[in-house]
């Protein structure tokens, strides 16, 4: 059996990388530990090569595959924070843009969403990307105005009552 590598046919991001300073902050720590790792990482290497024969060694494979997995992690994590752009706590201009936290009605229930990058996202906690369908839908929209927004459980009608 012949293995070979997959050929990546995704078209690169190029484009701006929108984060808080607090995002900022954790991708320049994430790549603090990813560098702090790579002496270990590169002394298992060299250990697990000197076994000997390195195309049946499963040692060798894995901590080769860390050492790679981390440098190919550093240097995503350095063209992410070459292409930052730090979202600044926005002035409320009576518009929605990156940075705003909005305040929606939906089938009278308030939901709050703030307006972040996709790195940045969590849905959970209410942080949406400006590239998701509703985070895009509501940029550039003032109070008062309502958002049709398709979902997988039908239409949803948003109106926004307040920004932040």
Same mark, same amino acid.
């Not at 009605?105 to 790195?119: A, R, Y």
């Given at each position: 059996?012949?293995?070979?590598?997959?050929?990546?046919?995704?078209?690169?991001?190029?484009?701006?990388?929108?984060?808080?300073?607090?995002?900022?902050?954790?991708?320049?720590?994430?790549?603090?530990?990813?560098?702090?790792?790579?002496?270990?990482?590169?002394?298992?290497?060299?250990?697990?090569?000197?076994?000997?024969?390195?195309?049946?060694?499963?040692?060798?494979?894995?901590?080769?595959?860390?050492?790679?997995?981390?440098?190919?992690?550093?240097?995503?994590?350095?063209?992410?924070?070459?292409?930052?752009?730090? =979202?600044?706590?926005?002035?409320? %201009? @009576?518009?929605?843009?990156? !940075?705003? &936290? /909005?305040?929606?009605? $939906?089938?009278?229930?308030?939901?709050?969403?703030?307006?972040?990058?996709?790195?940045?996202?969590?849905?959970?906690?209410?942080? =949406?990307?400006?590239?998701?369908? %509703? @985070?895009?839908?509501?940029? !550039?929209? &003032? /109070?008062?105005?309502? $958002?049709?927004?398709?979902?997988?459980?039908?239409?949803?009608?948003?109106?926004?009552?307040?920004?932040?």
């Amino acid at each position: 059996m012949i293995f070979t590598r997959r050929q990546d046919n995704r078209i690169p991001d190029t484009g701006p990388v929108y984060l808080t300073a607090e995002g900022i902050a954790n991708l320049k720590k994430r790549l603090s530990r990813l560098k702090e790792s790579l002496p270990q990482l590169i002394e298992e290497t060299k250990r697990t090569a000197a076994y000997g024969d390195r195309s049946d060694s499963a040692e060798y494979k894995e901590a080769k595959s860390a050492l790679r997995r981390a440098n190919s992690q550093i240097i995503g994590t350095e063209d992410r924070l070459r292409r930052a752009v730090l =979202i600044d706590p926005v002035k409320n %201009l @009576g518009i929605v843009q990156i !940075g705003s &936290k /909005v305040i929606l009605n $939906l089938n009278g229930s308030e939901k709050i969403f703030e307006i972040v990058g996709s790195i940045e996202t969590n849905p959970g906690s209410g942080r =949406i990307s400006n590239k998701s369908p %509703l @985070g895009e839908a509501l940029l !550039g929209k &003032k /109070v008062g105005d309502v $958002l049709d927004i398709k979902t997988p459980n039908g239409e949803k009608k948003y109106k926004i009552t307040k920004i932040n």
